[in-house]
């Protein structure tokens, strides 16, 4: 296999796609798209008030009805922590920075409120707004698969947030199938085929 790049041209035996917001696009030109929104994520984070020792934060997920919002202490910003919803605006990955300011301001209104009901300690006014992004999938589970023709590419994409903790099993599960192995790990839930009905996969 050859792939052509800005860089040059490499060849392998085979190639593996994590391109996150951009895997449909490129599966699609390889004849096989997959249903994938990327979402721009609103990541804000709170800083704690005098005399609060903000590393006694909790790792928390709350439920809402509409909802959920996820939060944890931080060693990115000393004397912040991390509080976000766990949901963001449609985008297009390549202009993320131009996505819905009024759905993105309603957003973070929604985690101001949460936070000054929540969390008294902390100031309800976010010290630094960030913007990610997600890839989501219609049922929000990752899809971790070859492609249907070439089975030496294989891709994972759609982790909806959760991807780099799942790092080193997703590494191992799609170093095995780029090989032409099987992975005790890979489940059918994990694979393309449930999607069948508005995928070619």
């Excluded at 030109?29 to 903000?54: D, F, R, S, T």
């Excluded at 809402?64 to 919002?69: F, K, L, S």
């Excluded at 509080?83 to 202009?95: K, M, N, S, Y």
């Excluded at 982790?159 to 790990?185: C, E, H, M, T, W």
């Amino acid at each position: 296999m050859t792939v052509q790049t800005d860089k040059g041209s490499f060849r392998a035996a085979g190639v593996v796609l994590t391109c996150g917001a951009w895997t449909s696009h490129l599966l699609s030109l390889l004849g096989a798209p997959l249903p994938l929104e990327p979402q721009a994520i609103q990541v804000c984070y709170w800083k704690a008030k005098p005399g609060v020792n903000h590393r006694t934060m909790p790792t928390f997920i709350a439920l809402t009805p509409t909802t959920h919002v996820y939060g944890l202490p931080t060693a990115e910003y000393d004397g912040l922590v991390k509080i976000a919803l766990h949901h963001g605006t449609p985008c297009d990955p390549d202009q993320r920075d131009t996505v819905d300011a009024e759905s993105e301001a309603k957003d973070i209104q929604f985690l101001k409120e949460f936070v000054a009901k929540t969390f008294p300690y902390l100031h309800p006014e976010p010290a630094i707004k960030e913007r990610c992004m997600y890839t989501v999938t219609p049922d929000s589970y990752c899809v971790v698969d070859t492609h249907p023709r070439y089975k030496n590419i294989a891709f994972a994409s759609g982790f909806s947030g959760s991807g780099f903790k799942q790092g080193p099993v997703i590494g191992s599960i799609l170093a095995d199938l780029v090989q032409g192995k099987r992975n005790p790990l890979l489940a059918d839930e994990m694979r393309a085929k449930r999607f069948s009905r508005t995928s070619k996969l």
